[in-house]
């Protein structure tokens, strides 16, 4: 009876043991960086310093082939929130100002549907979508009630946010999807350029520049930086990567501070972190445009698990699109399987936690793809992308315009120099002229193994005429399924009705139908 006794007893504490561990709380963290790209030691910059960021890769698995879905600010962060591209969510363009771009109301996003299913949500930061009552966290830190700079930049001050979400969701005993979108490295206000150009003398403790006790500034020669291909190699170009290298380190550094809040709270061993950014760099060619300088993005995720893969690089082609399916998966929150009969019905967003187990067996076929419509309400140049892992297929269907410039990028040292130089007719050490950059085909096919700076337009090109084909067909059946309004543009209109559930095209004959075929 003793023998019987003990068994049971044993028995019972497996029992306890075994739901402890089940009932475990799981915790969300992404870190997104603004206008963030690869000045990152882990992505092989040896010059920016970002030991935080790297050490974090080590415990993470390093992505090399994540893409944006749309490369422009409100876009971008509302398709994260939400899993849908930009032309599904309505979020065709800056929140801001007046600009004013909202998703739809009906729209589901990350935090009302993680609030629904008893989940702490907070945002710290960046928040610039809308509307409120779509991207409604519990906790809110940003623009909306602080300076930008005051939740994107000083670190000091998102510490301190941060240490007080982590504390609100222990008192609650809940688990919580933290969002800290920083304001670094994006470039600094119009009317605030006495901090530099990418306010990397704010927060310095220069004079008139004020003090973030955390910040420890690391400034870098211009001679030294090493420069993406897609922008020129002069010293203006130069300079203006060097200032913003240094809000790298910013950035790197307020990293290191969340993480240590994240486990001084004792969650360390129980939370997912990711960290992203929102899309290219704001320089030629970078944010707003569909090249790989525009959509590639770092991607690092660490999971607590103890058979998570940890410094290792997946070479899965991946989106931003995934982190929404991801995080739901994490928190066992089953996600609405799209229903298709199409043949490319795989291209819907997909979890991410597998890879952190084990690789994936790696298709040539894989593919990512990309809507961008405006970026400021005067930039009306929208582009459909897919690109798989050799080639990529561009379709510019405001081509006969052209591309439009953001005053942030206009304003730059970057392009004025480009500008300063295509007029006087002087040298100019780029990998484009200023037209080609201006005005594009309606069709750009690239090989993007043999061509990566995407220089190179296959468009046409006979011994590819299958190929460009097939990725045309697999464009626009992501656009039919994803009710894509631009699906017939720009040489047929799109026409719904109760007769013809299926999207029909009817054509305009302007004249541009010679063009898609």
């Not at 190929?467 to 067909?473: C, D, F, I, K, P």
Request: with cysteine.
């Amino acid at each position: 009876m003793k023998n019987a006794f003990k068994f049971l007893f044993v028995f019972l504490c497996i029992i306890i043991t075994e739901t402890a561990i089940t009932n475990k709380s799981k915790n969300v963290l992404i870190l997104l960086a603004d206008d963030g790209g690869f000045e990152l030691g882990a992505y092989g910059n040896k010059i920016c310093q970002t030991p935080n960021i790297d050490a974090l890769a080590r415990q993470s698995v390093l992505f090399d082939n994540a893409f944006t879905s749309v490369s422009s600010c409100s876009p971008s962060r509302a398709a994260l929130l939400t899993g849908q591209p930009s032309h599904q969510n309505g979020m065709y363009g800056l929140h801001h100002g007046v600009h004013h771009f909202n998703s739809f109301e009906n729209v589901t996003s990350l935090p009302n549907l993680l609030r629904e299913h008893g989940i702490f949500t907070g945002i710290i930061g960046k928040k610039h979508v809308g509307p409120s009552s779509v991207y409604k966290f519990d906790y809110e830190q940003t623009e909306e009630n602080n300076h930008i700079n005051q939740v994107g930049r000083n670190i000091t001050h998102i510490k301190m946010l941060s240490k007080e979400f982590l504390h609100r969701a222990n008192e609650m005993n809940k688990p919580f999807l933290l969002y800290v979108a920083f304001h670094d490295p994006h470039r600094c206000s119009h009317s605030e350029i006495e901090y530099g150009a990418f306010c990397e003398r704010w927060g310095s403790g220069e004079i008139g520049a004020g003090l973030i006790p955390d910040w420890k500034p690391w400034y870098y020669q211009w001679d030294e930086v090493a420069l993406p291909y897609h922008v020129q190699d002069t010293e203006a170009a130069r300079r203006d990567i060097a200032a913003q290298y240094t809000t790298m380190s910013r950035l790197d550094q307020g990293v290191a501070l969340v993480l240590k809040e994240l486990e001084a709270s004792g969650h360390k061993e129980d939370t997912l972190v990711l960290y992203s950014s929102d899309n290219g760099i704001p320089f030629p060619s970078g944010r707003t445009n569909l090249y790989d300088s525009g959509l590639r993005e770092p991607l690092l995720i660490s999971s607590p698990e103890p058979s998570a893969r940890r410094n290792e690089v997946s070479h899965a082609m991946v989106s931003s699109l995934d982190v929404f399916p991801t995080v739901l998966d994490w928190f066992g929150i089953p996600a609405e399987e799209p229903s298709s009969n199409d043949i490319w019905s795989a291209d819907a967003p997909k979890s991410l936690l597998r890879i952190l187990e084990k690789e994936p067996a790696g298709h040539d076929d894989e593919a990512a793809f990309a809507s961008q419509t405006h970026h400021e309400i005067t930039m009306y140049y929208p582009m459909r992308a897919v690109r798989t892992r050799s080639h990529k297929l561009i379709h510019n269907l405001n081509f006969a315009m052209p591309f439009p410039i953001d005053q942030d990028l206009y304003a730059s040292a970057t392009f004025q120099d480009i500008l300063n130089r295509t007029r006087a007719r002087q040298p100019l050490p780029w990998y484009k002229t200023l037209k080609r950059h201006y005005y594009r085909p309606q069709w750009e096919l690239y090989d993007v193994r043999a061509d990566p700076a995407e220089l190179r337009n296959l468009h046409g090109k006979p011994k590819l005429t299958a190929l460009e084909a097939t990725l045309r067909e697999r464009l626009r059946a992501w656009q039919r399924r994803t009710g894509d309004p631009w699906l017939c543009a720009p040489d047929a209109v799109l026409v719904r009705t109760p007769a013809s559930p299926d999207d029909v095209c009817s054509a305009l004959d302007n004249g541009l139908a010679a063009y898609l075929h």
